[in-house]
Each structure stands twice: as C-alpha cells, then as structure tokens.
C-alpha cells in the first residue's frame, strides 16, 4: 500500500469512521465478544460433524447460519440478520472468521447485518437472493479477496463502507439504489470499472476515496450532488462523464489527486459534459478546476 492510500485511509478514518474504522481483524476482545453472542442465543451448535450452526437472526429471530468444513457459510431464513458492532458483540463467527471462504444467502433473508463478515479475509464469494432489501453498514469491509459481488436489484440501501477495502474489481450500482453512501467502495484497490445506475441522485463523501486503478467514470444524469473527498486520491482516473446538463455539486476535494506524501498533484483527468453545457461547468464551483473541459461527443471510444 503507498502512502498516499495510507495518508487517504488515515483522513478518511478520522473523518467519517473515527471509532468503528478499526474493527477489524484482531481487534477487539474476544471474550466479551462470545458473552455478548450467548445473552441473545446466537450459538445453537458447536461443531457437529464439522458443521457448525449459529442463529443470527435479528431480536433473537430464527436466522439459521450453517458453516460447512469446506468454508461455505449458509444463510436462511425468513428475516433480517442481526446487526453487529464492536459494542455490542460481533457475528457469532468471529473467532474462525478466516475459515469462511464462500457466503450463500438463501432466498428469504431480507437484510445483510451491519458488519457481519467484515475482516473476513479468506472470503471469495457471495451469493446475495432478491429478497435482500438491505446490506448493512460495514458488512464486508476488509473482504480483501473478494473480488466480485452482484448486488440484486431488490437492493435499496447499501450501508456505510460496506465494500470499503475489498477486492472488487468491477461493480454495478443496481436502479434500486438511489444513494452511493459515505465510503461505500472507498480503498478498493483493484477497482477499474464501476456502472452507476440512472437512479442515483447523490454520491456522498468518501463513496469512492482512493480507488487508485479506476480509470474512468460516468455519472448519470439524475447525479444531483458528489461529496467532498468521493474520488480523492483515484490518481488513474482520465475520464470523468458527468451527463447532467446543470452541474452537480460538488464537494472540495471530490476529485482530488495527491502523491505518495500525500501532497496534491496536477490532475490531467478531462471531463466530459453535454455540450451544450461546457460553459456552465467552466464556471460552477469545483468543475472549474478542471484544466480540460470537453463536449461528451469527444469522450475517446472505448470510455464507459
């Protein structure tokens, strides 16, 4: 990691996840972590054959989660998962959490709990029903392997930092989201493409901070605000489409570029807009910082 991630993850922690950004792997005492999970009889089973059988269910709901000894972690139910945090408890899995390698969420569940596989490190793959209306803030944080997710369009609400840290590669914002909230895909460092539905209205602070590979992107035309710091620090960034004809707002820092000491560097990023509208970018807040300012019509071929 260089240190201009390292000085992003530093600014980005103090700023919007001053106490929960560090839960993560080893944090935390474990004892009073497995007391918090018996008060609300979490642990069905202990390891049965090698399987064992938690119920994670919110206020104390029947979700059952089942861990298989080849790492494949089921999910069922008929009803949201528990929310979990460093105060009140983590998942009932935490202390064996790098053994899950593959998460199966079966049709039914209707919400991902806040913080529920986060530093779960060996994870590669998700499997996410259309009955999830929900996927909680910090879900998987720190999933560093996993590298792919598909987010259902039964999806309305896509928590804080939920991917934050991950190793998505590509991502698809589906039209049921209308908000990209604060950190959302912030450090995935091995993002290069990113498809943002027509439905989104804001991408708030952090959304993206320090998505260092992502080369392009395009904002749609219902993009009503970008907040500050949303693509900081995405030093590979060349093409930024914004499709609404009325500028944005813009928050400070929303595209910002700084180097490895954490000093601001020139942006030779261009940016495209309706053409008729190049003018108006020129002069609102923010987009006038923009060196190149360009008509959507000469967006190189290729640029999604």
């Known amino acids: 990691m260089g240190m201009a991630i390292k000085h992003i993850r530093t600014t980005y922690t103090t700023v919007i996840f001053i106490t929960v ?10 004892k009073k972590a497995g007391a918090e999970a018996n008060l609300t009889g979490e642990a069905l089973t202990n390891n049965v054959g090698g399987v064992r059988t938690w119920n994670c269910g919110d206020s104390g ?31 009932p899995w ?36 259309n009955s999830v209306k929900r996927i909680g803030n910090h879900a998987f944080m720190s999933c560093s392997n996993l590298t ?20 998505l590669t590509s991502v698809t914002i589906p039209d049921s989201v209308k908000r990209i ?15 943002i539905s027509g439905s989104v209205t804001y991408i ?3 959304a993206f901070n320090g998505c260092i590979n992502l080369i392009s992107v395009s904002i749609p035309n219902n993009v009503r605000e970008i907040g500050m710091s949303a693509f900081e620090a995405c030093n590979g960034l060349t093409s930024i489409i914004v499709q609404n004809p009325t500028p944005p707002q813009l928050g400070i820092c929303a595209f910002r570029k700084i180097d490895e000491n954490g000093d601001v560097i020139e942006d030779k990023a261009c940016l495209y807009v309706p053409a008729n509208n ?27």
């Open 61 to 91: 709901g029947n979700v059952i989660a089942t861990l298989k000894d080849n790492g494949m972690l089921i999910v069922s139910g008929m009803r949201a998962m528990a929310d979990y945090d460093y105060h009140t408890g983590f998942p």
């Open 148 to 167: 792919s997710v598909m987010i259902p369009n039964s999806v309305t609400y896509i928590g804080f930092g939920v991917f934050c840290c991950t190793g």
């Open 278 to 304: 190049v003018a108006a970018y020129r002069v609102a807040e923010e987009w006038k910082k923009f060196k190149c300012i360009k008509p959507l019509e000469s967006v190189p071929a290729g640029t999604k």
């Open 21 to 30: 950004f560090f839960v993560v792997v080893g944090c935390g005492d474990g």
């Open 94 to 129: 935490h202390d064996i959490k790098d053994s899950i390698t593959n998460v199966v969420i079966e049709h039914g569940i209707t919400s991902i709990g806040n913080e529920v596989f986060e530093g779960c490190t060996s994870l590669i793959s998700i499997s996410i029903p």
């Open 181 to 195: 909230r604060e950190g959302t895909f912030a450090i995935c460092e091995n993002l290069m493409s990113v498809i």
């Open 204 to 206: 708030e602070p952090f």
